[in-house]
């Protein structure tokens, strides 16, 4: 499926024009990036994943050239090394935000720590693609004041808008 998803993304007119990308490196259950990373490079895209802040519960994107720029991190998960700096969350026009489910109102179901709330909110300008299974959409989530849904939920089967967002045009199926 995420061959499917890489595939689904790379060619919607969501990414036209876009030159700068922030993914994640996948763990566990959640969509493997990989194929996306690989597209990303193709196009020449700049790539950012993002770096959890010590002791700060909030995360930054760093922009990275290769898997040498990686390390594990907070939780073990693959993340750029501390040298890198930080990328001005200004530049980024597009964030694949992982989910372990998400709903039709574009919130999502993560590990809960709020990390990719508290990011979103940092940049406002970048259009939210939530990046999921198509097994693991439900009609309704539990979510909080401070939750922010994604403008957009991207599986193997669909790219559905679920809300306006700074690229507002519609792309896709609906989700539903």
């Known amino acids: ?49 993002p770096r959890v802040v010590r ?41 694949i935000v992982p989910g372990l489910g998400f709903d039709r109102q574009g919130y999502r179901l993560g590990y809960g720590a709020g990390y990719y709330d508290k990011f979103l909110a940092g940049v406002p300008g970048a259009v939210w693609v939530g990046l999921t299974y198509e097994a693991c959409l439900v009609d309704s989530l539990p979510h909080e004041d401070h939750d922010l849904p994604v403008h957009y939920i991207l599986t193997g089967a669909r790219l559905a808008a679920v809300r306006p ?5 519609p792309v896709g199926e609906s989700f539903g």
């Not at 967002?165 to 045009?169: M, N």
Request: glycine share 10%; net charge negative; charged share 25%.
């Open 1 to 49: 499926e995420s061959e499917a998803a890489a595939m689904r993304l790379f060619s919607s007119p969501l990414i036209d024009g876009k030159g700068a990308v922030m993914l994640y490196a996948s763990i566990r259950s959640e969509v493997d990036t990989g194929p996306f990373i690989r597209l990303a490079r193709e196009r020449g895209m700049r790539l950012a994943l």
């Open 55 to 95: 002791g700060e519960r909030k995360m930054e994107a760093v922009w990275v050239q290769g898997r040498d720029d990686l390390a594990p991190g907070a939780m073990g998960i693959l993340e750029p090394r501390p040298h890198l700096p930080a990328a001005d969350p200004e530049e980024l026009e597009l964030v």
């Open 165 to 169: 967002g700074p690229s507002a045009f």
